[in-house]
């Protein structure tokens, strides 16, 4: 076999690579193997396609240079402007999925009726999890995404930028705001927020306390440090509220209007045996903060009339034999939430954990289960996530259903809609328009920015 060095190859056109590689990988055969299309970096033949991603708007007829020069102002009405770059609006009727790329996320807002991507938001990783809220608008100048993240152009050996960036109008120039070095935002669900359409609020891993960032005027306005609390943020109005695992406590945290954060309140309401979570949620409705704890207790915290002064007391348990309890949510009017369920007790969270088998609903009156969602009810091989949308009206499940004909052996990401009310399904989709091969995860709503 022929062997050429990685300087030299480098060093030739694409069509003179291509055609040594053909004949040099022969082995002595007189059948030389056809590539259509591929590019060839330090010697390494590569392909790239996208079959799943539509057609981009075109710019206008007038674009294209052709032989001669022309003056800017011939190539439409916004020339330094890339149209592939343009905000397309969310529609609260949208869900949101994820691509994962290299250091970034793809965000990609889709239609559940359909299944067809409409637009996709591309930000940075954070620490853990990512820091992205996803916003639902008719005015593409209003934001769409905010998103807190980490750019390392050299992993551990270079200095990193932590930034939060406001993503709207053109998504390729969001608004920056550069943060300390020393900033480490801790990233599970429920551990950050937007307070007031303004302020993005996150419990810090190397402050102990929550900080806050002004996005009206770009700068990191508040920090306090408040140990043996957090991580939960949930909102309501100027005040956040979290838990206190180990002195049993609710604690009240306000923002004042220069962005400053500190504590107001707490309150003893927790019972002795309390523990907390990984992650919570929040029912906007209600405005009341919503977690299952490792043991599978459920927790409710009422906050629409500021802390609570009664002891709080679980709901119910959500545990079950034969299997795990995963991820859950509550349904934005406080009336129903769900738990995920796998094939085996050893938790998810572990690399020997299960898959997850079953959705079930139960009603937060005495956490009562009312429905159990299994792939064969489903219609589902696989489920990878669940979400609300934003108004509770449907359940949607994102997993997996095996491809017939042309897609015979492919595994097509497939969300299923269930009217949560009676637990039968609405709608089933195939997710068509998002870019790469590793399919989509990570099922969302997007949220409505509170003024």
């Known amino acids: 076999m022929t062997m050429f060095t ?33 590019d060839v970096a330090n010697g390494v033949a590569t392909t790239y396609e996208f079959p799943n991603v539509p057609e ?22 916004d020339p330094n402007r890339p149209y592939t770059a343009a905000v397309t609006p969310i529609s609260a009727d949208w869900m949101i999925t994820t691509e994962r790329k290299d250091n970034e996320t793809v965000y990609a807002a889709f239609d559940p009726v359909d299944g067809v991507v409409k637009t996709r938001i591309t930000t940075g990783h954070a620490i853990w999890d990512d820091v992205v809220h996803v916003f639902t608008t008719d005015d593409a100048s209003e934001p769409q995404a905010v998103a807190f993240e980490v750019w390392a152009p050299r992993g551990s050996r270079g200095q990193s930028d932590f930034t939060v960036s406001t993503y709207s109008g053109n998504l390729l120039e969001p608004a920056e705001v550069l943060l300390p070095r020393h900033v480490r935002f801790h990233s599970r669900e429920g551990s950050h927020t937007i307070s007031q359409g303004r302020y993005l609020a996150s419990w810090d891993d190397q402050l102990f306390g929550p900080r806050v960032v002004d996005l009206d005027r770009g700068v990191l306005s508040g920090e306090t440090q408040i140990l043996g609390c957090g991580p939960f943020t949930w909102p309501v109005g100027d005040k956040i509220y979290s838990v206190c695992e180990n002195s049993g406590e609710l604690i009240e945290l306000t923002i004042d209007s ?26 906007e409705e209600i405005r009341s903060g919503f977690l299952v704890n490792e043991a599978g207790d459920v927790y409710l915290f009422d906050f629409s009339n500021g802390l609570p002064t009664e002891e709080v007391a679980p709901i119910g348990n959500v545990g079950r034999d034969g299997g795990r309890f995963y991820k859950n949510a509550i349904r934005p009017d406080g009336e129903q939430f769900f738990v995920e369920y796998t094939d085996t007790e050893i938790h998810p969270h572990s690399a020997n954990g299960g898959d997850v088998v079953s959705v079930r609903l139960f009603d937060v009156n005495g956490a009562k289960e009312t429905r159990n969602l299994d792939l064969e009810k489903l219609g589902l091989d696989s489920i990878d996530s669940t979400s609300y949308n934003l108004d509770g009206s449907v359940l949607y499940v994102l997993g997996t259903t095996a491809g017939e004909g042309d897609d015979e052996g492919t595994d097509l990401p497939t969300v299923v809609g269930v009217d949560p009310a009676t637990g039968e399904i609405v709608s089933t989709a195939t997710i068509t328009g998002f870019g790469g091969w590793d399919g989509v995860s990570g099922l969302t709503a997007p949220e409505r920015m509170a003024g």
């Open 56 to 77: 981009v708007t075109a710019p206008p007829s007038n674009a294209a240079l052709g032989d001669d020069d022309q003056e800017l102002g011939e190539v439409g009405s």
């Open 258 to 283: 220069d962005g400053r954060i500190s504590e107001t309140a707490r309150a003893e309401v927790l019972p002795e045996d309390f523990t907390s979570a990984r992650e919570a949620h929040f029912a």
């Open 6 to 38: 990685t300087t030299r190859l480098a060093g030739l056109s694409i069509a003179t690579a291509t055609a040594l590689m053909l004949v040099g990988c022969s082995s002595g055969s007189d059948t030389t193997e056809t590539v259509d299309e591929f």
